[in-house]
Antibody, heavy 119, light 110 residues
Framework: EEQLVESGGGLAQPGGSLRLSCAAS????????MNWVRQAPGKGLEWVSY????????YYADSVKGRFTMSRDNAKNSLYLQMTSLGVEDTAVYYC????????????WGQGTLVTVSS | QSALTQPRSVSGSPGQSITISCAGT?????????VSWYQQHPGKAPKLKIY???ERPSGVPDRFSGSKSGNTASLIISGLQAEDEADYYC??????????FGGGTKLTVL
């Protein structure tokens, strides 16, 4: 079964940092571009970042540019999101999402991990 | 990076057809055929329903279809079923290394 499992969420203080991880299994991770998508409580989906198969290109939403760093380790079938200078507006469920390689189609989603930023 | 514009809510009776619009600009929806649609039930992760404007992934019933005219994409659901009640989001490549979601539409099956 193709699966994505996020971890690393939790409570962080404003101005603090957190690192999310995503473990991929059941498919050849290195063949796919990947994304992080977040959803604030009771709100809509927000695209956060995108990384190509070889990490040659990384895109970020303006709302996180300069604060978040997306990376991957194909040898470990893992995706990461390093988050710094966290604000209350970053409170959300963060989803690890596979790009199906048919034109930015998000075809496989993890269950999400909740990040809460609060003092 | 402005979100694409979707109606907040739509509704329909079982068996009917509904359309959810997704209005963008000439820099995103109007320029690229990279529009996809996602269904999200409460407390669950979203699921891909349509990609590349009108392509259906395997396993998605043909009751779900997509189209685009100018800067506006649409998701059409025909033969509404109770299980279709959910939130729906459009998503598009916007050039300039940017991707953007719509604000989401709550579909109620009456």
């Amino acid at each position: 079964e193709e699966q994505l499992v996020e971890s690393g969420g939790g409570l962080a203080q404003p101005g603090g940092s957190l690192r999310l991880s995503c473990a991929a299994s059941g498919f050849t991770f290195s063949n796919y571009n990947m994304n992080w998508v977040r959803q604030a409580p009771g709100k809509g989906l927000e695209w956060v970042s995108y990384i190509t198969k070889t990490s040659s290109v990384v895109y970020y939403a303006d709302s996180v540019k300069g604060r978040f760093t997306m990376s991957r380790d194909n040898a470990k079938n893992s995706l990461y999101l390093q988050m710094t200078s966290l604000g209350v507006e970053d409170t959300a469920v963060y989803y690890c999402v596979r790009d199906g390689d048919r034109g930015f189609d998000l075809d496989n989603w993890g269950q999400g991990t909740l990040v809460t930023v609060s003092s | 990076q402005s979100a694409l514009t979707q109606p907040r809510s739509v509704s329909g009776s079982p068996g009917q057809s509904i359309t959810i619009s997704c209005a963008g600009t000439s820099n995103d929806v109007g320029r690229y055929n990279y529009v996809s649609w996602y269904q999200q039930h409460p407390g669950k992760a979203p699921k891909l329903k349509i990609y590349n404007v009108n392509e259906r992934p395997s396993g998605v019933p043909d009751r779900f279809s997509g189209s685009k005219s100018g800067n506006t994409a649409s998701l059409i659901i025909s033969g509404l079923q109770a299980e279709d009640e959910a939130d729906y989001y459009c998503f598009s490549f916007a050039g300039g290394n940017t991707l953007v979601f719509g604000g989401g539409t709550k579909l109620t099956v009456l």
